[in-house]
């Protein structure tokens, strides 16, 4: 094993690292390092080891680029840098960094290829490879698809063995030792005698001496902090509510702002008459923005009042006004060709006969609704211009900013902040964009705007609605053929293609997605994604297309199997054609003692379903109470390859399960006069406390490659309640919400 090549202190690429005993990691207008987006601001006495860590005489810094939207992100990735770089999470702090090609996205290749995650074959690497590559040509610095830490679990830990190094060099130079003599420990190089030499008195040095490359990562058996309980590096400041959300972010001189945007979203406005806002105490000025109008004042009460002062004529819908219009266009999609077929295995014509089992699913638009609404401060400057937001897409939004003040990308300084949820709302920046139309009115000063709540529903960008039309046949107890179609409308399309600009050519894969792929060894079986018109703007949701699409394939899998006669959990069992999801379906079935009695009124389902590489199988038991369904336990299990902390993990699983049974059980969105409807939680209303159930979680290491768990637990959630419901009551369930059919306690 040789090194690929020494690299410089202004170029640091994980893919130019050697690690002994091991493989070089990345593909080396690819293999062309990146410069490392720390040395440009440097101070004096200031060493920027690898893009990831920062070390001067005050203290260690380690980049965090991955968003944190309340899921951990940032206590994770600092716990694999830290885990190679020999320091205790209470010795660091975290920066989420500034908008880099250097942090590009790897792991978001795994979705971007037509191969199911289960095949590991020669083809389907080389095209991850390739798609991989061109997310780093891209830059694509996206926080998403459950991609954390399966981006970083090789990339983190190999920048902080580098700088772990580069650091004993550092001290070998300062104290003409060896480095082979050395060791680290706590932050600190170790001499033979017991002497400690903090990192911090060793930056200087470091800082001027190329990094080392040849490194060697610590075996499983070496770590204090990977697979052992930990407590997250924000745990303290949420406790004490003393960390700054990106709401909370104050600036000397700031001014607050609000906005109202044409209520039929993407429409024009008219005209206005702000003479009743203008006079109002504390407002500033009276601002036009894209598609509305915005009021600047002293404090966002006053601009939240003034700006509800304002009367508007607004323009026509953009699209199909009322919520049968949508549901038609869906349904009309189906007779359009083909956006892809995934999957088409054995004669599924012949095998279905002339009388299958037929059944249609629908599913809503949904909203993000995070509990903190979307902000942003953005301070228009001579030379600059400085945004301080929670975002998942800081170089889109570096790009955006730039376009709108009319400056170069690299003189939009983004300050990326914690955030209050996200769901996938911070994928869009549009809260960025308004407000750089606000301060450029009042350049120099700092402007705050703040979406009310209820412009944060009517100008969210949806969960898409959805249909499915199935049908299948059975045949000696057994599932002879699923043939599934599914029509929705792009998410590509609408969230890359009109609001970023960039067209994704060829099929939609998340209008399919964990339909085609998952590993069930069903003789005659196609899926079938149809592109539907797009209408309401639409975005990706925490698990994307998944989310309705395995409600849609579970819950016909178990009408087919009740057609059978057979059992849902030994059925799946039978069908399942991939050693770890089999395992992960064993487990939950000896979890929730599976086949055993319940007694009356009580009902058990079982759904499985494989999202972005990482199987969950999930139970749900529910009793039939006179006033209605109460939930009572959910057992899951799931297979990531690795845990890194099994705290956040549980906790993350859990919140997964709780999000998707809510929104099941109660949500959706629905378009009337070319708008939302829903303006507010009251309207939205998520799973209760008093509702939640018991939720016990088990997490496997079988798998061979490291997956995320931050989206995977939500798919099965909706269809094995369905399953639980139609098991205790014997009514079948097709359509979400599902509190049009049944009532909850």
């Known amino acids: 094993m040789g090194r690929l090549r020494t690299i410089g202190r202004r170029a640091f690429l994980a893919g130019s690292v050697a690690m002994v005993g091991g493989v070089a990691f990345g593909f080396y207008l690819y293999k062309k390092p990146l410069e490392n987006p720390l040395l440009d601001d440097l101070a004096d006495g200031e060493a920027a080891l690898t893009p990831y860590v920062k070390i001067d005489a005050n203290g260690i810094t380690l980049i965090t680029p991955r968003a944190d939207k309340g899921q951990g992100a940032y206590s994770v990735q600092a716990a694999m840098i830290a885990e190679e770089l020999d320091v205790e999470l209470d010795q660091i702090t975290v920066d989420p960094g500034v908008p880099s090609a250097a942090y590009w996205n790897t792991a978001l290749a795994d979705e971007a290829v037509p191969f199911p995650s289960t095949d590991q074959g020669a083809m389907a690497t080389a095209v991850r490879g390739t798609m991989g590559a061109v997310m780093k040509i891209m830059g694509m610095q996206v926080t998403g698809g459950s991609s954390t830490v399966a981006d970083g679990y090789e990339k983190l830990r190999i920048a902080g063995a580098v700088a772990r190094e580069t650091l004993k060099a550092a001290a070998a130079q300062k104290t003409g030792l060896a480095v082979a003599d050395l060791k680290t420990l706590g932050g600190a190089v170790i001499l033979p005698d017991g002497t400690a030499i903090p990192y911090t008195e060793l930056a200087e040095i470091a800082g001027k001496i190329d990094p080392v490359t040849q490194v060697e990562l610590r075996k499983p058996d070496q770590w204090r902090l990977i697979g052992k309980p930990m407590l997250r590096v924000d745990t303290v ?7 700054t959300y990106g709401i909370d972010t104050k600036i000397d001189g700031m001014l607050h702002a609000a906005i109202v945007l044409n209520p039929r979203q993407g429409g024009a406005i008219n005209g206005y008459d702000a003479s009743a806002a203008k006079a109002m105490r504390g407002v500033q000025k009276i601002v036009p923005v894209t598609g509305g109008v915005g009021v600047i004042a002293d404090n966002t009460w006053r601009a939240f009042q003034a700006v509800a002062a304002i009367e508007c004529d607004w323009g026509p819908a953009v699209f199909a006004p009322e919520m049968a219009d949508h549901w038609a266009e869906l349904s009309n999609a189906f007779d359009t060709d083909p956006d892809s077929q995934g999957r088409d295995d054995g004669d599924v014509e012949t095998a279905l006969g002339d009388a299958p089992l037929r059944a249609e699913y629908r ?10 609404p979307i902000n942003a401060v953005v301070l228009v400057g001579d030379e600059r211009v400085d945004v301080w937001t929670g975002t998942q897409v800081p170089r889109f939004t570096q790009n955006n900013v ?4 009319g400056v170069d990308a690299d003189q939009v300084h983004v300050h990326a902040m914690m955030m209050g949820g996200s769901f996938g709302h ?3 920046d549009e809260v960025a964009r308004r407000c750089t139309e606000l301060a450029l009115a009042v350049k120099g000063t700092p402007v705050k705007l703040t979406f009310t709540r209820e412009q944060d529903f009517a100008h969210d960008y949806l969960r898409p609605a959805a249909i499915a039309r199935m049908a299948g046949a059975v045949e000696n107890g057994q599932v002879k053929a699923l043939d599934l179609a599914v029509s929705a409308p792009s998410v590509m399309d609408s969230q890359m293609g009109d609001r970023q600009g960039i067209f994704m050519p060829g099929p939609d894969s998340s209008i399919s997605q964990a339909l085609w792929d998952q590993p069930y060894a069903i003789a005659n079986y196609r899926i079938t994604a149809h592109r539907a018109k797009n209408m309401a703007p639409v975005s990706s949701w925490r698990s994307v297309g998944a989310s309705q699409n395995a409600f849609f394939q579970e819950g016909f899998l178990n009408e087919l199997i009740h057609a059978a ?3 849902p959990m030994e059925q799946r069992l039978a069908l399942c054609s991939h050693d770890v999801s089999r395992k992960v379906l064993e487990t939950v079935a000896e979890m929730s003692n599976w086949g055993s009695d319940l007694g009356p009124n009580r009902g058990r389902g079982v759904a499985f379903c494989m999202s972005f590489g990482t199987p969950v199988a999930e139970v749900v038991e529910v009793t039939n109470t006179p006033d209605g369904i109460k939930i009572d336990n959910v057992w899951v299990a799931t297979d990531v390859g690795r845990v890194i902390d099994p705290v956040n993990f549980d906790n993350l699983v859990k919140g997964g399960v709780v999000f998707g049974l809510g929104h099941a059980m109660n949500c959706e969105i ?11 939680y009251h309207e939205y209303e998520a799973m209760r406390m008093y509702q939640c159930p018991r939720i016990e979680v088990r997490a496997l290491e079988n798998g061979t490659h490291i997956r995320g768990i931050g989206e995977p637990p939500v798919p099965p959630a909706a269809p094995a309640l369905a399953a639980a419901i139609f098991d205790a009551t014997g009514t079948r369930l097709r359509e979400m919400p599902f509190n049009k059919f049944v009532d909850f306690v």
């Open 237 to 243: 400041a949420k406790s004490t509510g003393t960390l």
């Open 363 to 372: 599913a809503p638009y949904l909203a993000h609704a995070p509990l903190e």
């Open 402 to 405: 730039a376009k709108i003040a």
């Open 426 to 428: 911070r994928l869009e």
């Open 565 to 567: 006669g057979g059992d």
């Open 670 to 680: 629905t378009i009337g006069d070319g708008g939302i409807e829903q303006s507010n």
